[in-house]
């Protein structure tokens, strides 16, 4: 069976003041996204320091759920290594330890890279033809990286489908304020690069 394996890290979480009161923070985002449980088949689970990782079986919530713990994590950074491929150990419903396969050799190879260039997004499946989606993901790292965390916690809300007046309450801002920030970065347009980039992963998970 093929899946999709998400590792994340925290950067530079060493250096990171009340880091016992991050990780309980970090924690509990984790909890949440794993309480929702859209698409999850192993949940995200805290392995190495502030190393975590998850495991879907599709594409759909999964850049939802990033930008949520990028906008709850904020102002603190964290990065995305996300790989499509096979699992050839047991799935482990309970955490996401101790299993095996080309999908997280190819998700912790990713992060190593990401790592290396200072990116916080990135890309890969099983067939040719990735380099494009994984540049779109380089190019929307540079981005978020000059984003507010209000920024963030709105194009987290619009991938997962919120309404407008939902968000500008969550937010406490108005509408119109709402619709200015959209307007302003692309969000409706970068909302649609990352399902098209979700909809080529799923391609790459169906069975053979």
Do not use: C
């Amino acid at each position: 069976m093929r899946y999709l394996v998400i590792i994340g890290d925290v950067v530079a979480s060493r250096r990171l003041p009340a880091r016992a009161q991050f990780q309980r923070r970090l924690k509990t985002l984790l909890q949440g996204l794993n309480r929702r449980g859209r698409g999850l088949v192993s949940p995200y689970t805290l392995t190495l320091g502030d190393e975590f990782q998850a495991v879907y079986r599709d594409a759909g919530t999964a850049f939802a759920d990033i930008f949520t713990l990028l906008a709850g994590l904020a102002p603190v950074r964290a990065r995305f290594a996300l790989a499509a491929g096979e699992i050839v150990t047991p799935l482990n419903p309970a955490q996401a330890i101790g299993m095996d396969g080309p999908a997280f050799h190819r998700a912790r190879a990713l992060l190593d890279r990401l790592k290396r260039e200072g990116r916080l997004l990135g890309v890969q499946g099983e067939a040719a033809g990735w380099p494009l989606p994984a540049a779109v993901l380089a190019v929307l790292s540079g981005l978020v990286e000059g984003w507010r965390p209000n920024r963030i916690g709105l194009f987290a809300g619009l991938l997962a489908a919120r309404p407008v007046t939902e968000l500008a309450r969550g937010a406490g801002i108005t509408p119109r304020a709402v619709n200015k920030n959209i307007r302003a970065a692309d969000l409706d347009e970068w909302r649609r690069i990352l399902d098209e980039i979700a909809r080529l992963l799923n391609q790459e998970l169906k069975p053979r």
